[in-house]
């Protein structure tokens, strides 16, 4: 820190708080405390019960849960692999201009909004021979094409720190460049991998505008799921569909950044 005096540290550790409570961490207490209760009565939500999580159990929000589970592996690893494809492809590129482009077509899903990433691929998947609408596989096309810009930037900025003396002194070994490549290159990158894959997932799991437009009945994500309880005035119920959506992710975030940190110590 470039504080040093102790009333200084202080000061700046108050103004941290006083701004991440209220902003960050507030917010999700409100969730957690309403998924809890019976009503609102005040500020805070009130009467303690667990009825909620109770119908989640017995209700569809199981399915939906998996579905959103399913649906964010997939376009997670799909991700993974176009996107790592992509960088290793624009590193080999000669011009800057290139590799610009390719970049740029990577980021332009995410540079518009995701709702009109879904009317284009509901428009563009309407037609024989390639027609996915009313079918899950393109809710999974849809989060693909919306996080693979993450994978792509992640793998493109380790590539980047990479030191390439590694693959000159494999090929100069008389190593083939498919051997460089799955025995050198990638083991390096597996840190950023995993941290690309877990980014990947954790935004397909709340993509919710594109996925809006898109889904069949019987692929019904969470996200959805608590978008359609809180707008039928199921405030609650949709607290607690939210509190598994949070707990989901990060609990499947925890398990890859062990895996990043193995990893890291290879």
């Given at each position: 820190?470039?504080v040093?005096?102790?009333?200084?540290?202080w000061?700046?550790?108050a103004?941290?708080?006083?701004?991440?409570?209220?902003?960050?961490?507030l917010?999700f207490?409100?969730i957690?405390?309403a998924?809890?209760?019976t009503n609102w009565?005040?500020v805070?939500?009130?009467?303690?019960?667990?009825a909620?999580?109770?119908?989640?159990?017995h209700?569809?929000?199981?399915d939906a849960?998996?579905?959103?589970?399913?649906?964010?592996?997939?376009?997670?690893?799909?991700?993974?692999?176009?996107g790592?494809?992509?960088?290793?492809?624009?590193?080999?590129l000669?011009?800057?201009r290139?590799?610009k482009?390719v970049?740029a077509l990577f980021?332009?899903?995410v540079?518009?909004?995701s709702v009109?990433?879904?009317?284009?691929?509901?428009?563009?998947?309407?037609?024989?021979?390639?027609l996915?609408?009313g079918t899950?596989?393109i809710v999974i096309?849809?989060?693909?094409?919306?996080?693979t810009?993450f994978?792509?930037?992640?793998?493109t900025?380790a590539?980047?720190r990479l030191?390439p003396a590694?693959e000159q002194?494999?090929a100069?070994?008389?190593?083939?460049?498919?051997?460089?490549?799955?025995?050198?290159k990638?083991?390096?990158?597996l840190p950023?991998?995993?941290?690309?894959a877990?980014?990947?997932?954790?935004?397909?799991?709340?993509?919710l505008s594109a996925?809006?437009?898109?889904y069949p009945p019987d692929?019904?994500?969470l996200?959805?799921k608590i978008?359609g309880?809180?707008?039928?005035?199921a405030?609650?119920?949709?607290?607690?569909?939210?509190?598994?959506?949070?707990?989901t992710?990060?609990?499947?975030?925890l398990g890859?950044s062990?895996?990043?940190?193995?990893?890291?110590?290879?």
């Amino acid at each position: 820190m470039l504080v040093h005096s102790r009333r200084a540290r202080w000061a700046v550790q108050a103004v941290f708080f006083a701004l991440f409570l209220p902003v960050f961490a507030l917010p999700f207490l409100v969730i957690v405390a309403a998924s809890f209760a019976t009503n609102w009565s005040g500020v805070l939500p009130s009467g303690a019960t667990t009825a909620h999580y109770r119908d989640l159990v017995h209700g569809d929000a199981t399915d939906a849960l998996v579905t959103s589970l399913v649906t964010a592996v997939a376009a997670g690893l799909l991700a993974l692999a176009l996107g790592t494809w992509a960088a290793l492809a624009a590193q080999s590129l000669r011009g800057r201009r290139s590799r610009k482009a390719v970049d740029a077509l990577f980021m332009l899903p995410v540079a518009v909004p995701s709702v009109v990433v879904g009317l284009s691929l509901l428009v563009a998947f309407s037609r024989p021979p390639l027609l996915l609408n009313g079918t899950r596989e393109i809710v999974i096309v849809a989060h693909t094409v919306l996080v693979t810009a993450f994978a792509h930037q992640s793998v493109t900025a380790a590539l980047a720190r990479l030191d390439p003396a590694y693959e000159q002194l494999a090929a100069s070994l008389g190593a083939r460049p498919a051997h460089v490549l799955w025995r050198v290159k990638l083991p390096l990158l597996l840190p950023s991998l995993t941290a690309a894959a877990g980014l990947c997932f954790a935004l397909s799991m709340g993509e919710l505008s594109a996925t809006m437009m898109l889904y069949p009945p019987d692929w019904l994500p969470l996200p959805v799921k608590i978008f359609g309880a809180t707008d039928r005035g199921a405030l609650f119920s949709g607290a607690a569909l939210a509190v598994v959506l949070m707990v989901t992710t990060l609990l499947a975030l925890l398990g890859v950044s062990r895996i990043r940190t193995r990893a890291s110590y290879r």
